[in-house]
């Protein structure tokens, strides 16, 4: 009983673990640092982007250097709008544990908790969660003709405005 119980985790964990990484591999990859064919700056503010439209070519790997300027703490995601609707649940998540506060991370608690549920450690190479007066840079290979947005899925962020597009072209 309590085998297959083992069992049916560890199925569970390797089909979420293949299910995470086709919807990555479905926006592009993350990038090679001796790679890099461009850098763009990102300053994210409360609650929007500045650049919140970037053109972009298939196949280019970009350097985002991302600043946060605002007085509350941010995300810059890389996903289609499915996978920031799919997650905002996650972040939600991070709030009710009291990991993402207002304007800090409480990074102690984060590693902590994410022992016990792996989708607390927030640690995806397309996206980045920054404090304020914090920088911090994602490297990204867009391989695919697909509809990109850049998003903060902090609840109440996405839906006032911090969203932006890439295009491509
Ligand atoms: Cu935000």
Redesign the pocket.
């Known amino acids: 009983m309590y085998l297959k119980k083992i069992f049916a985790l560890i199925i569970f964990t390797i089909f979420s673990t293949t299910a995470y990484s086709a919807s990555m591999n479905m926006i592009g990859e993350k990038g090679d640092p001796n790679k890099i064919d461009r850098v763009v700056n990102i300053k ?1 503010y ?2 929007y982007y500045e650049p919140n439209v970037i053109k972009i070519k298939k196949g280019e790997t970009i350097k985002f250097v991302v600043e946060n300027l ?1 007085d ?4 810059y995601n890389i996903g289609t709008k499915e996978m920031h609707i799919k997650h905002q649940p996650e972040m939600q998540k991070l709030i009710d544990h009291e990991i993402l506060l207002v304007d800090k991370i409480d990074k102690v608690k984060m590693k902590k908790m994410s022992k016990m549920d792996h989708s607390l450690g927030h640690s995806h190479a397309n996206s980045i969660m920054l404090e304020p007066k914090k920088t911090g840079e994602i490297i990204w290979k867009f391989t695919k003709d697909i509809n990109l947005e850049m998003a ?1 899925n ?1 609840p109440g ?1 996405y839906e006032t405005g ?1 969203v932006g597009n890439f295009i491509l072209n």
């Open positions: 994210m409360d609650n605002g509350l703490v941010h995300e903060c902090i962020h911090m």
